[in-house]
């Protein structure tokens, strides 16, 4: 199983990127994905989470509203689309999949997805 992260960079506050998850080795469609960042000294922060067949998000409330997560499951794909970014933004991307069935609330323990992709950095200038 493989998950590779990517479309991290530079850009200023305000603007836009697109993080992309390229999955192999696994059926994505049976799994639910899952958007974490991560600065250094500091604990893996959740950030969205999305169902197999993409009926349900969920959302950090410090993303809520600037960013969307999709899947594209005949891609093997999942998406985070990021708007209105904020300096405070500025961190490593990881995106996971997870089997679970728990409840969405649940979903922001990093405990609960089995796959890590190797994250891809962004930063946002202010």
């Known amino acids: 199983v493989q998950l590779q992260a990517s479309g991290g960079g530079l850009v200023q506050a305000g603007g836009s990127l697109r993080l992309s998850c390229a999955v192999s080795g696994m059926t994505l469609s049976t799994y639910r994905m899952g958007w974490f960042r991560q600065t250094p000294g500091k604990e893996r922060e959740f950030v969205s989470v999305?169902?197999?067949?993409?009926?349900?998000?969920f959302y950090a409330d410090s993303v809520k509203g600037r960013f969307t997560i999709s899947r594209d499951n005949a891609k093997n794909t999942v998406y985070l689309q990021m708007s209105t970014l904020k300096s405070e933004d500025t961190a490593v991307y990881y995106c996971a999949a997870s089997p679970t069935t728990a409840p969405f609330g649940a979903m922001v323990r990093p405990t609960l997805y089995d796959y890590w992709g190797q994250g891809t950095l962004v930063t946002v200038s202010s």
């Open positions: 999305i169902s197999w067949r993409a009926g349900t998000t």
